[in-house]
């Protein structure tokens, strides 16, 4: 009983308006034994003050009170979030990792927590740990297609292309709309000088994304490198369309231009791309 008011008073010295430590602390003086920690949970108004905060940028201000409060409260998924996140923003990323594992202490099948630390194996380049937490996240959520898609992506960090390409087409056998899965497919295919189906892959992500600038320039240049100069130019224009100071379209247009024998636009297009980085 003695710790249970020592707990009370300490939150009341910091929360002063903590209704749960009040109530808590009066039934103590009523001789009725409470269970503290189990019904001290941290109260919303705190959290929504922290998650304030994190929306403004004030990561050293959410670590510092998510801190405070963790110390007095029972342990909360959302804090432990908000913390780990706060962390990731200021490139503490042991520090994230460590707080995410401590949502899996709370709830150990949280396939969200799985995949945000993976997120932050991404960030420290760890590839193994990444499509470790990936698979954790993919045995509780199996239709979980953004972990095939980054776990894909780790694979090909590794330059492991065949398993990157096909935790691409597994991603794309769930949402067959996925434009992203659908360019880094192409992008992994690119790597193998399969250009024909690049750039079937890079036409995908173009027709579910027609803004997609990066899936035009790279069919732009898997064009040109399989030979077909003439659609290479039109991506590559589809792609200054989209973005008209994009320097390196130009300039591979202009090889494209130049390799086709074209050699007055050739230099007009070097020239456009000067204009926009002298």
Do not use: W
Request: with cysteine.
């Amino acid at each position: 009983v003695e710790d249970a008011e020592k707990i009370f008073r300490s939150i009341l010295a910091i929360f002063p308006e903590s209704k749960r430590a009040v109530e808590g602390l009066k039934k103590l003086q009523q001789g009725v034994d409470v269970d503290t920690m189990a019904k001290l949970i941290p109260p919303q108004d705190k959290i929504q003050e922290i998650v304030d905060l994190y929306n403004q940028g004030l990561f050293h201000e959410v670590i510092h009170k998510a801190d405070e409060i963790a110390r007095y409260f029972a342990p909360d998924i959302m804090l432990f979030n908000l913390m780990a996140a706060a962390n990731a923003g200021l490139k503490n990323l042991d520090k994230a990792i460590e707080n995410f594992q401590k949502v899996l202490e709370i709830n150990p099948h949280d396939a969200q927590a799985y995949f945000n630390i993976g997120n932050v194996y991404k960030e420290k380049e760890e590839y193994d740990a990444e499509i470790e937490s990936y698979k954790k996240v993919l045995s509780i959520k199996p239709d979980h297609v953004q972990s095939y898609n980054n776990m894909g992506n780790a694979f090909k960090a590794k330059g492991n292309l065949p398993a990157a390409i096909e935790q691409f087409k597994k991603a794309l056998n769930i949402k067959p709309d996925f434009a992203e899965a659908h360019y880094n497919l192409g992008v992994a295919l690119q790597k193998t000088s399969d250009f024909d189906a690049c750039i079937k892959s890079y036409n995908q992500a173009c027709r579910i994304k027609p803004d997609y600038i990066k899936a035009y320039f790279n069919m732009g240049n898997a064009l040109k490198d399989s030979g077909d100069l003439d659609a290479a130019i039109v991506s590559y224009k589809q792609a200054i369309k989209i973005k008209p100071d994009y320097a390196e379209a130009f300039i591979n247009m202009g090889n494209a231009l130049k390799k086709k024998g074209d050699i007055n636009a050739a230099i007009e297009s070097y020239e456009q791309a000067f204009e926009i980085h002298p």
